[in-house]
């Protein structure tokens, strides 16, 4: 590994930006990732950066289920962000559509149109469980963990921070 891909790692791992994307949701995991940015949660400590434009982001967070209205501008937000880049769906709508499943406007879940690398289970997810899928978002577009298979349900981010009473 040479000393400037070497550097690009670590940035990646301790400063990676993202961007949130609605794609039809209630506005509950939206609210949930906002709360990540408060004093309380901070992802900023983390390094972690909310980033308004995809063409700076290095992750693409999806709250809701996909749309017809919203599949072409995640198609749109998806090819903006440069490359490397990983996809996390947050929440159990982009995962299944959840309640919203079978609604003629819906074209189903975010796998189908993107390629998802990590999904943060919870309707809504706390904000700690979403911190966790950012930072195991991170470690892969670090290279330090590897992509999960295409189709292959990655649910490994939610754990306690999931059960725990608010």
């Known amino acids: 590994m040479s000393i400037l891909s070497s550097i690009m790692s670590t940035a990646r791992r301790r400063s990676p930006w993202v961007f949130h994307a609605n794609a039809g949701s209630c506005n509950g995991c939206d609210i949930e990732f906002m709360a990540c940015l408060t004093p309380r949660y901070d992802m900023e400590q983390l390094g972690i950066r909310h980033e308004a434009s995809p063409r700076h982001a290095d992750i693409i967070v999806v709250s809701g289920p996909v749309t017809r209205t919203t599949c072409e501008a995640l198609e749109t937000v998806y090819g903006q962000v440069p490359d490397p880049k990983v996809v996390v769906a947050l929440g159990s709508c982009p995962a299944s559509c959840n309640v919203f499943a079978g609604s003629p406007t819906i074209v189903g879940p975010l796998d189908r149109i993107l390629p998802v690398d990590v999904y ?19 470690a892969i577009l670090a290279g330090d963990k590897p992509r999960p298979a295409p189709g292959a349900a990655q649910l490994g981010t939610g754990g306690a921070a999931d059960r725990t009473p608010r």
């Open 120 to 138: 943060v289970p919870g309707c809504p997810p706390r904000p700690d469980a979403i911190i966790a899928g950012l930072v195991e978002a991170a």
